[in-house]
């Protein structure tokens, strides 16, 4: 079946630092490619995504390419900032051809911490 | 204010009681899910649903039972609260389609202690 993983965190990395979470996946065919942001208390917000291979995407100066030959989706930013701290879930949506009803699968999240 | 809502917020039960959790979206829909967050889990799909009384099971069904009568409303009932299911329940909706319209959009969740 569908698998993502994602590194473990936590990760804790100073203001302006370089930020990268890596996502891998297990997948037929082409899916559908997200990166979800949960800040303290409040529900998964989409932060990016990308629907077929070499596609970026990008949003609040984050970045993620969906590489197919890698089956990855890594998570950068090149300068993070306090208000980035939050758990970021990488997930998958099947083609919609497969019957998958747009199920997502998630990855088990990895908690940022950024310090000022 | 449109959206998808959660209520209770909180909910604090004992074991072996019913408990409904519901959700509520103002943008008609087509498909709407639930998922349970669990640290060290990630998020897990409990049911789905893809249109007003069509549901199908998800990931972790057992214990839960859902219905949707309307398309904005999707309740979701744990018929025996037991301490296992103490988390934080999320719902989510999205329509039907590719391409632009691939976005999950979340309710704020609901937290649920079961003692």
């Known amino acids: 079946g569908d698998s993502v993983t994602q590194m473990e965190g936590p990760v804790t990395l100073s203001e302006e630092a370089f930020l990268t979470i890596n996502c891998t996946y297990t997948?037929?065919?082409?899916?559908?490619l997200f990166w979800y942001v949960q800040y303290p208390g409040e529900g998964l917000q989409l932060l990016l995504k990308?629907?077929?291979?070499?596609d970026k995407g990008s949003n609040k100066g984050f970045e993620a390419t969906y590489r197919k030959e890698t089956t990855s989706f890594h998570l950068e930013k090149g300068s993070v900032q306090v208000s980035d701290s939050a758990v970021y879930f990488c997930?998958?949506?099947?083609?919609?051809?497969?019957?998958?009803?747009?199920?997502?699968?998630f990855g088990k999240g990895t908690l940022l911490t950024v310090n000022p | 204010d449109a959206g998808i809502t959660q209520s209770p917020r909180y909910k604090i039960t004992e074991t072996g009681r019913q408990v409904t959790l519901m959700c509520h979206q103002t943008?008609?829909?087509?498909?709407m899910f639930w998922y349970r967050q669990d640290l060290g889990h990630g998020l897990r799909l409990i049911y789905y649903?893809?249109?007003?009384?069509?549901?199908d099971k998800g990931e972790v069904p057992d214990g839960y039972v859902v219905s949707r009568s309307k398309t904005e409303n999707f309740p979701l009932t744990l018929e025996s609260a037991t301490r296992s299911q103490t988390s934080v329940y999320f719902c989510?909706?999205?329509?039907?389609?590719?391409?632009?319209?691939?976005?999950?959009?979340f309710g704020p969740g609901t937290r649920l202690t079961v003692l």
């Open positions: 989510a909706s999205r329509i039907h389609g590719q391409g632009a319209s691939d976005t999950q959009y």
């Open positions: 997948a037929t065919g082409y899916p559908s």
């Open positions: 990308a629907t077929k291979a070499d």
């Open positions: 997930a998958l949506s099947p083609p919609p051809f497969r019957g998958s009803n747009y199920k997502l699968t």
């Open positions: 943008w008609s829909h087509s498909y």
């Open positions: 649903s893809a249109a007003a009384d069509i549901t």
